[in-house]
């Protein structure tokens, strides 16, 4: 028998509980979305470390959100599981299980567990890149070495600047998600597409890439870059 004062809740009514949960999921991945561009806005206007570690925070936040949300859904729906095994009037209460459920995941959890999100790795990589790109190194260095480092990083940076295949500034880069190597897209898209058609491999053009089996699914939008290269292109439009 269902226990005394125990909520009696419908199949349809957990579906449409679920449906309403997991239309929650755009709302986290959105603000997930928003804070990398703020983090990214504020390293690219030169803003103190700690401010883009603040948005690191948020991350992390929102990353809480989303594990919080999933292991609810997922609770809910290993109830279900096992209450329709049972007759209705056998079926206890359903939100006291579901809770000792979630529970039971959230007893699980680990703060490392939330540098694993997907959004949260993808924001760290991307911070990373521009890093790279801006030549913004990850430690201080020493005063001795700071001009020397600079003019280094400089260099390189334009450098990254430049596509392996037609030589000249990129305007519409994507990165090579195997390798990490950046291309202008049209070029690289053409190349592959050549390679292909004759049915040979095509290889990274980058020299001393060890990558030869591209595919054009490969290919990501380098973000990173492409926010280098607007900066770069202000700055020299200021010079001049």
Do not use: W
Not at 76 to 100: F, G
Not at 170 to 191: L, Q, T, W
Not at 194 to 223: F, Q, T, W
């Amino acid at each position: 028998m269902a226990a005394h004062g125990a909520s009696l809740i419908s199949p349809s009514a957990v579906d449409s509980l679920l449906s309403s949960l997991k239309n929650c999921q755009p709302y986290i991945d959105t603000g997930m979305d928003i804070a990398t561009g703020v983090a990214l806005d504020l390293l690219q206007t030169g803003c103190e470390a700690t401010e883009v570690d603040d948005m690191e925070s948020v991350m992390l936040e929102y990353a809480t959100m989303n594990r919080d949300l999933n292991q609810y859904i997922s609770a809910v729906e290993e109830t279900m599981r096992k209450v329709r095994r049972h007759p209705p009037e056998e079926i206890p209460d359903l939100r006291q299980l579901v809770q000792a459920t979630y529970e039971e995941q959230q007893r699980k959890n680990t703060d490392e567990d939330l540098k694993k999100n997907d959004k949260f790795l993808q924001f760290e990589e991307q911070l990373r890149d521009l890093k790279k790109q801006l030549g913004v190194s990850q430690e201080s260095n020493s005063p001795a070495f700071e001009d020397e480092d600079e003019e280094i990083a400089v260099t390189q940076t334009i450098a990254n600047f430049i596509c392996p295949i037609t030589q000249m500034e990129m305007e519409n880069p994507v990165k090579n998600k195997v390798c990490g190597h950046s291309y202008e897209k049209d070029a690289i898209v053409r190349m592959i597409k050549n390679k292909h058609e004759k049915s040979k491999y095509a290889r990274c053009p980058k020299i001393g890439c060890d990558v030869v089996d591209m595919d054009i699914s490969d290919l990501l939008p380098d973000n990173a870059l492409r926010r280098a290269l607007d900066i770069h292109k202000k700055q020299r439009q200021t010079k001049h």
